[in-house]
């Protein structure tokens, strides 16, 4: 009788699909979307933190344009392209942040 060493391909066809479906219940179970049935309900920690820092890009830059010009910019609109090289947008909803008459720079939809 040959001698078996390591494992045969069925062996190893069985334990990748058994870690498939792990991987695939666990993915499900952490997917707030999975759950909710509407992927754009509940953001991603990802998305979230993204709309954060885009805010935060934007707020810096008027805080910046204040600096230079001993205001705070209008709209957004001036801020580029000196200041931003592009106005960046919602990841999420790609919708206009707000930036309001405090001068605050918000998302309309996650807020800040
Ligand atoms: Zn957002």
Same mark, same amino acid.
């Given at each position: 009788? =040959?001698?078996?060493?390591?494992?045969? !391909?069925?062996?190893? !066809? $069985?334990? *990748?699909? $058994?870690?498939?479906? &792990?991987?695939i219940s666990v993915t499900n179970i952490l997917d707030v979307g999975a759950i909710t049935g509407n992927p754009l309900a509940e953001p991603t920690d990802w998305e979230l933190a993204t709309c954060r820092f885009n805010q935060n890009v934007v707020q810096n830059a008027t805080e910046y344009f204040g600096i230079i010009h001993g205001r705070y910019p209008l709209n957004m609109s001036e801020l580029y392209p000196w200041y931003l090289d592009r106005i960046p947008r919602c990841p999420v909803w790609d919708i206009p942040y &707000? /930036?309001?008459?405090?001068?605050? *720079? /918000?998302?309309?939809?996650?807020? =800040?």
């Open positions: 009788m =040959r001698q078996k060493n390591g494992f045969s !391909l069925l062996e190893l !066809l $069985i334990v *990748v699909a $058994i870690l498939s479906a &792990i991987l &707000i /930036y309001n008459e405090f001068h605050l *720079v /918000y998302c309309p939809h996650h807020g =800040r």
